[in-house]
């Protein structure tokens, strides 16, 4: 069965490249963006109930999300989702486009506090502590909830100013010498170092677009996070760049808390070791990677991984 | 050394990012005040801008005028029996009857101050009156006649009295007629007809925008005549037929640039070309009209190939499918649909023209002209260097003249841009 | 014959001719329902005779009624008495025009005689003359054309083609008045900055500390080249170039960084019309306010501090001039600012920057092409801008950077030696041109610049 307003290409994309790009682009979630009116029926007809099927919960929970809504202007773009997100493990947020997982994503750094119609309800706490709190900087949260986008932005400045961009403005390096420690440190943590380590001078802009991706890994593992929210960090990228960043997301995951928005369940089911399915706003279900993709509990998630949602 | 593992370590950077969280947050504050300060900077000085010529120019919309009882003098006005329109005293009459009212005031330099309170357009006002209806002669009749402009400033307070009697134009006598006179009513002010319907004077009561009006309306109707065909025609070719050349890209540049280039070296241009070559007359609206449509060419030029531009490929395509040539493709399609785009471009370049006078003084529309021009040789002048002239009259009263002046034409140039907002807003239409 | 009866004239001829022009087409084939064997439709048969009625005669007349003046003040000239027929150029000059403002009834400087009167009798019959040949010329080129055209009409022939070929031509002319436009300007103002090289040495005018033009005045007086020194303007027009580069750089700038990332939907709403409207203020109104107003100001202020500053302040110019600019580079950095992607923004406040660390790192290094790029618009404006400072500084040729003072600049010293009498001989006035030269070659250089700077930012990042 066709979603109205989707192509059949579009759906068998999802299934086989591990790399395709999501039409949207969950950089700037636009705030308009309503559901076709097809997909809200879609779910009253199948008579299924908006409970989260699965578990929520997961030992050691690093970051706990309890009934976040999140509107954009009139758009109810986020109904009640609850998650934790364990240290060190990496969730996959998965689901169709517009199901609200980028914007989850983007609720967990406050980065929704730039868009001036968003407004986010619900509680979410890192380490026991409300991240939406009057008394939390997001400047503080920010530099310890890292960020990686869809596409790789490097600024335009040099390779080691863009690793080097985070330790200074946060003064994290009392030193230059301190300062090239973290930026040497952060591009081998990237497997960046290799390639670049004769020209950290040039502009990150002239980087290939693989590469590019990495410096933004590396720019960002240099302010030292313990969370990196990773928002389809391959959907720009060739399959073989792509399989380089999800070696790249394995080593980390021993360090930091990751949490990857993506739109290929092959790479979800690569990386992480637990899966959130969104659908319109709401979170379906939420279990072990293997047990989603091999005995999934709700009807919704079922059409998802077997091709029927795009 | 970022081994994350070590909960040590992340606690370490969180000390360290919290320990300039305050200072950041001050930088972050005083940036943001800086950028609030500098846009009420703009936004403050046009209220002060506004405010100002409001404060000075609004009085200029009403004339204080003395009511007096004329006594239409056949002895004075006729003393031959005829009456003789060109040489007859009528600045007598209205002096006269302002004399009878004070007939205390005897000696001759009183009573020349005393005369000084009536406007010269008085005897103007007489001479009209009998000319309309000749039976006046040897009636009495209450007329309003304009006071003189020290006055005018005095009633309305422009004139500080308490100021020392040498400091300021009006003397103590003249201050004490002029409150005799409120006092009986005989002062009133009314809607100031004369700045509407006069050209420029050098007494200020009698100065009106009409002329400068009328310059700047005839030197429109050329700018736009020329302007708005050329540029449109220009824009298509430069849209829809020219190669994408070396020629092309020169011409876009040139475009740009002329866009950017000095009012004041068109004003050159137009004296070179138009008056010393051409041998056009000085001072008239035909030049000044056709140096501002050279002006205004590159806005209208660049904002009709932006409207052209939006026209979606599709219905070009769609046109010619259908085996219209390129020709009919242009006139019947992108035309009509880019014609609001080139519309509202044209009146925001036409509102640059209106505002315009640096140009206009080099081609000599700086004469200090009282007939009102009627036509687009006749020697003119415009609104903008009218202002110009105005302010540069010591007089106190040519000051509130000019803010009124200023006040016409920022009205016209809001008017103007309001139509251009409300063409875009009706015709747009979304593809 | 009037002019305007002359083209209400052909107006009416061109009508016919299309009207004959399309009935004709349409009587070869054989009535309207056969008009599928014409080549184009019937109304281009008339468009194409009405377009030979009417272009060749238009050209006709134009060349005609710019050519009208020279040749019938040449013929006046020519029947003159010898004596005035050598007088020196300026004189002659002076009698033309006397000529020809008896002849059109205006007032005339100098009493009228005879010989004067006879010319002017002569100057009127002349142009009637003249204005009958070219009413029979027009008229009779007008109906030939008609007349060539409507003979030529077959069914086969390419009407359409040939109408929207002669359509192209006058696109490609309306195009090509803006280059015609620069042509003049370059030329005019060569031309007689060239003439005025002649009289004073180019380096002379270029390194000359002192500026003087009045004392050539009179022609008798020798040694009036020395004082053509236009180092103080250039200084002039500097000093208050960079007061107004002072205040509208940082104030536009932060404007454009206030509206791009902190003010609310609502205020920016508000804000950008408002300064739009600053934007379209006449310069004179700014002039006047300078004048008037701002100039008082700083001087009590100045004296209130003990600073001596004259009552034509090169500062209450510049300030004045910084505010009139102000929208012009708030609305350049604006658009240089959201030119860099959102992208950028988005990884800086990632990384737990704040909104200013990533204005100030992030955003501005990225955007600076195109920022510089509309300072340099922003400094041809102010070099360029006349109204202001010619009411509100001063005629005073100083050589000093001291705000306080007063200064000249070349577009007040071009208004000054242009505006009122002149001679187009005189150097005084040539001066002018020379003048223009520099200030257009300035601006020229920096609005290429500037804008090239601009565009290929934007390019840059699309």
Redesign the interface.
Known sequence: MTMPGMSEAEVTHAQQAPTDVEPERPSAPPPRRAAPHGERQHVRVSGLSDETVGDIHCDNPFMVARNVNVHYGENHAIQDVSLDIGKEQVIALIGPSGCGKSTFLRCLNRMNDSIESARVTGSISLDGQDIYSRDLDPVALRARVGMVFQKPNPFPKSIYDNVAYGPRIHGLAADRAELDDIVHTSLERAGLLQEVKDRLDEPGTGLSGGQQQRLCIARTIAVNPEVILMDEPCSALDPIATARIEDLMDELSRDYAIVIVTHSMQQAARVSRRVAYFHLGRLVEVDDTDRIFTNPQHKLTEDYITGRIG | ?????DPS??SA??R??????AR??L??RL??G??????A???L??CV?VY?LVAQGASAFRQTELQLDVHFDRDVLAPDGELDLEYADFDAIPRDALRAMFPDVTSRGDRRELNRLISIAAGFQIRDMLVDDPSLLGETRTVRVPAAANVDMLVKGHIDRALDEALRPVSDRQVQWIEALQANGRIEQHFNTALFTNGDSREPELAGIRGALMGSLYMLLVTVVLAF???V??A???EE??PRSRWSD??E??????A???????G??G???FI????LPRSAPLVGGLVLS?LT??VI?IASRAAIQSVPPSIREAALGLGA???QVVFHHVLPLALPGMLTGTIIGM?RA?????PL??IGM?AFIVDVPGGFTDPATAL??Q??LW??SPERAF?ER??AA?LV??GF?LVM?LAAVIIRKRMERKW | MQNTTLILLLAGMAAAAFYLGRSRSLALVGGVSNSAMLHSLPGYYGYFTAVWCLLPALAVMLVWVLAEPRVVIALVVDGLAESQKNLSAGELNLLVNNIRNLAAGDAVSGSVDASLQAAADRYNALVGVSRWMLAGLVLGIATLGALSAWRRIRPDLRARNRVERVIEYLLIAASSIAILTTIGIVLSVLFEALRFFQKVPFTEFLFGLNWSPQTAIRADQVGSSGSFGAVPLFAGTLLITVIAMCVAVPVGLMTAIYLAEYSSNRVRAIAKPLLEILAGIPTVVYGFFAALTVAPWVRRTGEALGIEVASESALAAGLVMGIMIIPLVSSLSDDAIHAVPSSMRDGALGLGSTRSETMTRVILPAALPGIVGGILLAVSRAIGETMIVVMAAGLAANLTANPFEAVTTVTVQIVTLLVGDQEFDSAKTLAAFALGLVLFVMTLCLNVVGLSVVRKYREQYE
Do not use: C, Q
């Open positions: 050394m970022s081994s994350a593992d370590a992340h950077t969180r360290k990012v919290e320990a300039g969280l950041r947050r930088r972050e940036f943001k800086f950028g609030l300060a500098a846009t900077v703009g936004i000085f046009l801008f100002t065909p050329i540029g025609a220009a298509i070719y430069l037929f020219a020169l011409i540049v040139n475009i740009n640039n002329l950017a280039v000095p009012s004041i070296v068109f050159l241009l004296l070179a070309v010393n070559w051409m041998a050279l060419l590159p030029i040539s390129r020709m509102s209106l505002g315009e006078s640096a003084l080099m700086v903008p260097v202002i110009y302010a540069d000051a000019t803010s200023i034409l920022l140039l841009n």
